[in-house]
């Protein structure tokens, strides 16, 4: 199987949230990986605040970071092109649509086009719902 890895899974792998074990599950039986740029970022952002409210300390912060590096390691990262902005700004299915959400689904679609198989893999039911919508199947199930 083939992913395209949203911010909303890769966050529930990294902080042990709900959903935890089926993204983890479905993220080691994936041939390819794609990200974006902003899940990295969204998910650097987030230890950050967790690291500032105090919900983790710095040394578990810098463990999960550490976690998350090794494992995007073998990702495609996907930058925030032209081609990504110029989609996000169009309109998809389930409007409305919020502009992280709509950068996400256009990376998705990038994706798609270089691998026509591509999963995405979200626990954000507006992301799983344009997903359906654009013709994705939506994991985990």
């Known amino acids: 199987m083939n992913l395209y890895a949203e911010s909303s899974a890769v966050l529930a792998w990294l902080l042990g949230e ?3 074990t089926r993204v983890r599950r479905t993220l080691s039986g994936a041939t390819i ?9 969204e998910c650097d952002r987030v230890l950050i605040r ?6 983790l300390d710095a040394a578990e912060a810098a463990k999960r970071r550490s976690s998350l590096q090794s494992i995007a390691a073998g ?3 996907l930058r925030v092109s032209c081609e990504i902005v110029s989609r996000a700004r169009q309109p998809f299915p389930a409007e409305p649509i919020r502009t992280l959400d709509a950068l996400h689904l256009a990376s998705a679609i ?10 995405l893999l979200s626990l954000d039911e507006r992301i799983r719902k ?5 013709g994705f199947t939506v994991h985990p199930t």
Do not use: Y
């Open 18 to 20: 709900e959903g935890e």
């Open 33 to 41: 990986v794609f990200a974006s740029d902003l899940t990295l970022i």
């Open 50 to 55: 967790a690291v500032t409210l105090q919900a």
């Open 75 to 77: 990702w495609q990262v």
């Open 110 to 119: 990038t994706a798609r086009s270089a691998v026509p198989d591509v999963v």
């Open 130 to 134: 344009a997903g359906l919508g654009m």
